[in-house]
């Protein structure tokens, strides 16, 4: 059983930077891979930034060089930190967490980043 709550979404303007935190609970937290996901209005909910429990990251393109995934297995928590800021970054921003051994993943409630001018 792993609950996610994220944090820091806000409105920023372009070229401005901004940290989400996505706080877990779970004692084995630690081996899950964690995922942020965003969602846009009228477009479907897409893969940004993934961390494997072994530390390894994957970003989408429209991202690289400027979103950087990070996580804390002491404090249980994964970060995006979001630097250079454009308004197509503007979404509803999800944390998720999986595990193949565990048939299900978990969501967050989401946070709002609106990047504009």
């Known amino acids: 059983q792993v609950q996610v709550v994220e944090s820091g979404g806000g409105l920023v303007q372009p070229g401005g930077s901004l940290r989400l935190s996505c706080a877990a609970s779970g004692s084995i937290f630690s081996i899950y891979d964690m995922g942020w996901y965003r969602q846009a209005p009228g477009k479907q909910r897409e893969l940004v930034a993934t961390?494997?429990?072994?530390?390894?990251?994957n970003y989408a393109d429209s991202v690289k060089g400027r979103f950087t995934i990070s996580r804390d297995n002491a404090k249980n928590t994964v970060y995006l930190q979001m630097n250079s800021l454009k308004p197509e970054d503007t979404a509803v921003y999800y944390c998720n967490a999986g595990h193949r051994t565990d048939p299900l993943s978990y969501w967050g409630q989401g946070t709002q980043v609106t990047v504009s001018s």
């Open positions: 961390i494997f429990s072994g530390g390894s990251t």
